[in-house]
């Protein structure tokens, strides 16, 4: 992660030193159109730490599922009670203390382009209250698969994250101006959300 040199929509080039998100309240569709919600099922990927990528959902009901969802961010029952556990520890680096939040997703750079100091890209989207929510569901297809999830199987379905999909469409992100280097909260941020759904 750290070596490699991706380019944005724009063709401007960017490394990565940090990439985090939560994702939460997995939903299953099953093949009769019943749907499973996982109770507190809170996650926090950390490219850094390979091991946080494989996720397991426990206790999930025999059948045959053609169907996940789960939502990218942190709702505000958890956002507003203050500091929690597990994927919602603040020893994470997901929280923040002078606003008293989670960062929803975390992406962390350089680019040549950045008028930052030393070139930084700074992204850390989050926020859930009115027009500043950057909650996103999303439901990547299985592409025709059914998961069976029948005594003795343990069905696996394997997502790739793409950084770039940040500063792609529906709103390109420019890395030469400070507006799209430093993002904490706010519009831009909603619109990196959209992107990343």
């Known amino acids: 992660m750290h070596t490699r040199t991706y380019t944005n929509a724009l063709r401007q080039p960017y490394t990565v030193s940090h990439f985090m998100y939560h994702v939460r309240n997995f939903t299953l569709l099953k093949e009769d159109g019943s749907v499973y919600k996982v109770p507190e099922s809170y996650f926090l990927i950390d490219h850094e730490k390979p091991s946080s990528a494989f996720i397991t959902l426990p206790d999930i009901p025999a059948g045959d599922y053609t169907g996940v969802s789960f939502i990218i961010g942190v709702d505000s029952t958890r956002n507003t009670p203050g500091v929690q556990t597990g994927a919602l520890d603040p020893v994470n680096a997901m929280f923040w203390s002078w606003n008293t939040g989670y960062i929803f997703v975390r992406m962390e750079g350089n680019s040549p382009v950045s008028p930052q100091p030393n070139n930084k890209l700074l992204f850390h989207i989050g926020g859930f209250r ?9 439901s990547p297809s299985l592409n025709g698969n059914v998961l069976q999830a029948w005594a003795g199987k343990s069905p696996e379905v394997h997502y790739k994250a793409d950084a770039s999909k940040l500063f792609g469409a529906p709103d390109q992100v420019n890395f030469s ?19 990343y759904r």
């Open 130 to 138: 009115g027009a500043d929510n950057c909650i996103r569901e999303t």
């Open 177 to 195: 101006v400070l507006e799209g280097t430093a993002i904490h909260g706010g519009p831009r941020a909603v619109q990196m959300a959209d992107n």
